[in-house]
Each structure stands twice: as C-alpha cells, then as structure tokens.
C-alpha cells in the first residue's frame, strides 16, 4: 500500500487528499518565472522569495518545491558553488519564517546533506538518484524522495525522444530506481515516483503519461506530477508560457482523476480551486 502520510523531518503532510507543490524557481535563468527574484545586479533578494512564498502560501500551497538548476531543455548547467548559493540560504530563510514542508529540487549528493540540513522535508530529484553519491546522501536524511523519470540530461534530452513503448520503459526505470532505493535503505513509504512529464518526451508520450498514470500504480508510491505550463501545452495551445494556466490546469485535473497525490505548480491559487472541486465531486461519487 501507497503510504498516507509523509514524515518530512520535523513536519508532516496528509496524502489523505492531493496536494499542491509551489515551484519556486530560484535559478536566474528558469524557463517560465525566472530572474524574478534577482537584482538587476544578479543579486539572489531573499526578501522577493519570501514574499512571494508568503502569497503562495495563502492561495493554498501545501509543499515549497526550491530548485536552484535549471532543467529547462537545453539550459547551461550550474556549478555546484552556484547552485548551494542559491537554495540553502532560501530553504533556511523559508524554514524560519514559515512552518512548511519545502522540497529542494537538486541532483547533487552535497546539495541535497547541506538543504537537509537547513531544513527541507523532501528530496526531489530530476535524475532519480542517478549521481554519484546520491542515493547514499538522500538515504542519510530519511526524508521521502522523489524519483523521476528523463532520457539523457537537461542538454540531451530532446534530442533523442524515441521510445519502443514510452510507457513501459518509463514504468521499468522507476520501478528500477524504485529498488536501487530500497537498496541503499531509503525506506519504501519514503520513495514518491513521478514519470517526468516533458523531460526526453514528444508531445504524444507526454499525452500518454497522463492517461495512463494509472498504470503506476501498482509500484505502491504516491504519484507526483509536474505538468505546469510546460512546452506540450504550448505547442498544442500554440501559447506562450504565461498563457498556459488553463492547459495546466486539464492536465492537472486528469492526474488527479489517475490518482496523482502531488501536482508541482506554477499557479498555485487556480489549483488549489481545481483540486478542491476534484475533492468535493470525489467525495459526491461515494454517496
Ligand atoms: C519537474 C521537476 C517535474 C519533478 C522540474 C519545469 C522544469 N520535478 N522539476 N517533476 N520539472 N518532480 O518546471 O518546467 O515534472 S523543472
């Protein structure tokens, strides 16, 4: 069985009903809300991140996911100096003024011990673990991890999109990643998985992931799914990325419907509406 609670350190969240992680993006260079919070001088504004996490948090946020690399396709990777500048004095400045569950989006072994121990409650990982060191650091925290699923890297991953069955190899590798994690003594009710919508994907197996996330299911993980304002909807919208809520929010709502427990938003207010009517017509269909 799917665990119904998360034990992120010295907070908790209820899986009970899904959740809605707020990206905040702390890289100058992200793809839809990037350089937001930078001086004009590249200067990270610690206080521009908490406001905005303020705000987050009253339309409803129930998790703050902070990424400091940018894996939007293509991008320039960071060095590892950079990339500590960048989240650890958020997650800590973020952990003392609000009582939240906060995720780091991060890869590296270094950065995922030193954001632990400022004060995130969840690993999220892009490359499942996949670096050197990782699985080991991640173990280390006994915080719940999340494993997602991408062909190549941020710099390759569009350029070999092609699957015999995306489903099936996206399904394999969890469930391979799945296991090397218990290996290395991740506890099994610490593992969320997520098929990495968009990450080394055409427009048709992104479309797939979704109306086939129930198939998932039988790995007994929670579901997180990270579909918001991502190219997919652009190119079939044929909209640029702050004209992309509406599409999100679809694509959110059919995660739900598949059993999706956390959705990784930009728009945190509209999605905290959608999933609280998906709530209200869940509960309606039992009676
Ligand atoms: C995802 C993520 C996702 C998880 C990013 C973007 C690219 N983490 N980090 N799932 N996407 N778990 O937000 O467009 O889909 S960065």
């Known amino acids: 069985m799917a665990p119904t609670q998360l034990r992120c350190g010295d907070l908790s969240v209820s899986l009970a009903s899904p959740l809605v992680m707020a990206i905040v993006n702390v890289t100058p260079d992200s793809f839809s809300d990037g350089g937001s919070y930078h001086s004009a001088q590249g200067q990270l504004q610690l206080t521009a991140v908490l406001n905005r996490v303020e705000a987050m948090l009253q339309e409803g946020a129930d998790i703050i996911d902070v990424g400091g690399e940018s894996t939007r396709p293509g991008a320039i990777p960071v060095s590892l100096e950079d990339e500590l500048a960048r989240v650890i004095p958020v997650i800590e400045a973020i952990r003392k003024r609000f009582d939240v569950v906060v995720s780091v989006d991060t890869s590296r072994p270094e950065v995922i011990s030193q954001a632990a121990d400022a ?31 991408m062909r190549g890297s941020p710099q390759t991953m569009q350029a070999n999109t092609e699957y015999d069955d995306c489903l099936n190899e996206v399904h394999a590798y969890l469930a391979g990643r799945q296991r090397a994690a218990l290996d290395a003594s991740i506890a099994g009710d610490n593992i969320l998985l997520d098929p990495g919508f968009g990450f080394g994907k055409t427009e048709q197996h992104n479309l797939a992931l979704i109306n086939q996330l129930y198939r998932f299911h039988d790995l007994e993980c929670p579901l997180l799914v990270g579909v918001s304002r991502k190219s997919t909807i652009g190119t079939i919208l044929n909209k640029p990325v702050e004209e992309r809520l509406v599409g999100s929010l679809v694509l959110a709502y059919e995660s739900l419907r598949q059993g999706a427990k956390i959705l990784r938003v930009h728009d945190v207010g509209p999605t905290v509406d959608m999933v609280k009517m998906y709530n209200a017509l869940d509960q309606n269909r039992g009676s």
Request: charged share 10%; proline share 6%.
């Open 119 to 149: 004060g995130a409650g969840i690993i999220n990982d892009v490359r499942a673990l996949e670096l050197p060191g990782a699985l080991a650091a991640a173990a280390n925290t006994s915080l719940p991890v999340c494993l997602m699923h």
